[in-house]
């Protein structure tokens, strides 16, 4: 049993499941959600729920955020009345484990150096079957103290701790992952689409592809996906676009270019506008039935 007191800030699809888990584990949890009915099974529980993010960080030894994107992790950080650092003691620790840019987490964490906190950003691979079953993947950066202080709480939820280096390490690796993957998927929809229109079906294109090397396992499934018309979200369109946008964003700062994601990104933009947004990112082969 861990002594450890945790606060979650977010309690969306991915959110809320950590820090159920973390209860599961035995973790003292305080709790923060904007709409405070998503919590209500957290205080059934046992958890604390809190009014702002600032009460929730309010004696944790650890503090994690888990939100949409980088306007929201700055509201429940740095908001000059509500926000957790200020509530936050100097032996705890930060941890941004959203899915946000290196440039917002580099500012962050100067905000947490003038506080005196340590702060990592460790943002997970997996999405909601990985974080109910507590295997998801952390891509972690930040001091090796910092890091190591997370050690029961990245294991209680995850199966493999990756350390990258310092602050925003962790977030450049997640967005190369995402990247990575809705590359594949964009142009997996595209070309089942190109051939359906030339008369091959999805599902015998599919079985073609899926026997090949040159169909990774993770698009192997995301075809599947698109051949069976599943679009139950577990990575939906809207949030591939941003993180595209993220990585092509990064790209530029690093004065490089990423001229696959901003292409793959203009791909989930326009899946979003006809509506797909909320689903999941194999929507995207909407775009391209015959």
Request: glycine share 12%; proline share 4%.
């Amino acid at each position: 049993m861990t002594t450890q007191t945790v606060a979650v800030l977010g309690l969306g699809a991915m959110g809320g499941r950590m820090a159920a888990r973390l209860l599961e584990q035995g973790f003292s949890l305080r709790a923060y959600n904007r709409t405070s009915s998503r919590a209500d099974g957290l205080r059934e529980r046992g958890a604390l729920v809190c009014d702002s993010p600032r009460e929730a960080a309010t004696g944790a030894d650890i503090v994690l955020s888990m939100v949409r994107d980088d306007d929201a992790s700055e509201d429940v950080w740095l908001d000059p009345e509500r926000g957790a650092l200020a509530g936050m003691s100097a032996g705890a620790i930060g941890v941004e484990s959203s899915t946000v840019s290196p440039a917002w987490v580099e500012r962050l964490a100067d905000a947490f150096e003038r506080r005196g906190v340590a702060l990592v950003d460790a943002p997970v691979v997996g999405t909601r079957p990985q974080a109910d079953a507590g295997s998801l993947v952390f891509l972690a950066g930040g001091e090796r103290e910092a890091v190591d202080g997370l050690r029961a709480v990245f294991d209680a939820l995850g199966s493999v701790t990756h350390h990258l280096g310092p602050v925003g390490r962790g977030c450049a690796m997640k967005l190369a992952v995402n990247a990575l993957f809705g590359i594949q998927v964009a142009a997996l929809g595209e070309l089942l689409g190109c051939l359906s229109r030339g008369g091959i079906e999805p599902a015998a294109a599919m079985e073609v592809l899926g026997g090949l090397a040159v169909t990774s396992p993770a698009a192997k499934g995301a075809g599947g996906l698109m051949v069976r018309e599943e679009y139950s979200p577990l990575f939906p369109v809207e949030l591939v676009a941003k993180d595209l946008g993220y990585s092509s964003a990064e790209a530029l700062r690093q004065g490089s270019c990423a001229p696959m994601a901003a292409a793959a990104a203009e791909v989930f933009a326009a899946a979003t506008t006809q509506g797909y947004g909320a689903e999941n990112l194999v929507a995207v082969a909407k775009l391209y039935r015959a």
